[in-house]
């Protein structure tokens, strides 16, 4: 058994649509985030895990959103083809949003993620968090994200995803 896993993930979104009236371009998404998560396994399913994310999201006024967290996990269910994981921690996340002041909170994260291999070269990911500000009971964020992995060439893969992201 290694004894940790470190999963680091680049996302980049770009979209320019035009008016049909006017026929003039406009940039209609610009998104950029980094997410990396390090586990350390005490056991085969129990492990504790160290998370840093950044994001930066021009169509929903995010200038900027880290969070730096630490937790607990456990494998739920870990086979062959599927794996349920379960997380529970704490992170604090630094904030700002257009026109506004920047903001700092302390939360709580739940979370849970997992995978379905069908195929060789392919598998279904999903992951879910719900993060609640502890200062602040009315703010929270929930991420979800399911998505289906391909192996392209060696160890690069490419990833076809549907994201939720409420805040």
Partial sequence: MDNSRFTNV????????????TRESFIS???????????YFFTDRVYS????????????????RYTLG?????AVIKSGNHTINGELGIAERWERKSNQQSDK????????????KPMSEGKLDWDIEYVPSVEDEGVYLINFNIGFVF???GDLVSTMTYSVNYD
């Fill in 10 to 21: 680049f996302e980049w979104l770009y979209g320019q649509d035009q008016d049909p009236v």
């Fill in 29 to 39: 998404q610009r998104r950029v985030s980094w997410d990396s998560q390090v586990d």
């Fill in 49 to 64: 895990y160290g998370r840093g994310t950044a994001l930066g999201d021009k169509e929903s006024e995010i200038d900027y």
């Fill in 70 to 74: 630490a937790g607990m996990g456990y």
């Fill in 105 to 116: 909170t302390f939360n709580l994260r739940i979370a849970a993620n997992g995978t379905h």
């Fill in 151 to 153: 192996k392209l060439w």
